[in-house]
């Protein structure tokens, strides 16, 4: 603070006291706030470093996507949205999304995490909180192409360790994680590397804390849609996993399908009477 000018001083205290509302501001917004010019705001972010604005307040953003609590969260939505077509702004934003992950994904990580997979001995997958959707949907779809998958179930920690005691070697973890991170699906990752089996993790950036335990990384954006985070660039990255899994099992997911489309019409399990 004490090298800074008078206008540099009243940026600084302004993203001190409101940075969850700084980080979505432009530098012409967050000149107007503090009653400085854009010129002003620009020569600061350079000043501490960073090339530019843009920059600066993309690591604002990340630095804070874990801090914010959930009522942080809703308002900076609110914020950002104002008074548009809700409905519009965030498919839009999820479009975005899924643009730039696939902009941003490693190909070599994806397909050796494909091959992973194919070759694995057993196949474990976490995911805690929102992510658990996420892991749900995997191990589904997986378990209609292998028999060696398992949920891990996360409502207990020592339960969690319990069900990967027998991890190791040749197995694969595949550990899903999104701000707020969590301490189980971090601890699960750290045991699972210690016990020589290979990690996959996806998550949203290389500094997610499940990122540092892992083989092969896979990164889907999902900045904030109210007090959730979006996880449709993540869906998308599984869904590509399961249709590139499958092609490399096709003989044997061709027949595993037909046995049971035929235990499910024993079953009655489909309705077929939809017109």
Do not use: C
């Not at 190791?168 to 999104?178: L, P, R, T, W, Y």
């Not at 007090?227 to 993540?234: Q, R």
């Amino acid at each position: 603070m004490e090298g800074f000018s008078k206008g540099q001083r009243q940026i600084a205290r302004y993203l001190l006291e409101h940075y969850d509302k700084a980080a979505y501001m432009t530098a012409a917004r967050l000149g107007h706030e503090v009653s400085v010019s854009e010129s002003t705001v620009v020569r600061f972010v350079i000043e501490l470093g960073f090339v530019g604005y843009p920059e600066f307040q993309k690591a604002l953003q990340e630095l804070i996507r874990t801090k914010l609590t959930s009522f942080q969260r809703v308002e900076v939505t609110n914020q950002l949205i104002g008074d548009g077509d809700v409905l519009e702004k965030v498919l839009m934003a999820d479009t975005e999304k899924i643009k730039h992950t696939l902009d941003g994904i490693d190909r070599n990580a994806f397909n050796r995490t494909v091959k992973a997979l194919v070759e694995a001995r057993n196949i474990y997958i976490i995911g805690v909180r929102s992510s658990a959707t996420l892991s749900s949907f995997l191990t589904y779809n997986l378990r209609m192409i292998l028999d060696n998958v398992q949920l891990i179930g996360t409502n207990s920690g020592s339960e969690l360790f319990e069900q990967i005691m027998s991890i190791g070697k040749g197995d694969v973890m595949v550990a899903i994680s999104f701000p707020r991170y969590s301490k189980r699906a971090i601890h699960a990752v750290q045991f699972a590397k210690r016990a020589g089996a290979e990690v996959v993790a996806l998550t949203d950036s290389p500094d997610s804390p499940i990122a540092e335990g892992a083989d092969e990384l896979l990164t889907a954006q999902s900045d904030m849609a109210s007090f959730v985070d979006s996880l449709v660039a993540p869906l998308s990255i599984i869904n590509a996993v399961l249709v590139a899994v499958s092609r490399a099992r096709q003989e044997e997911v061709n027949e595993r399908l037909r046995r049971l489309e035929t235990i499910w019409d024993e079953y009655d399990v489909y309705d077929k009477n939809q017109g």
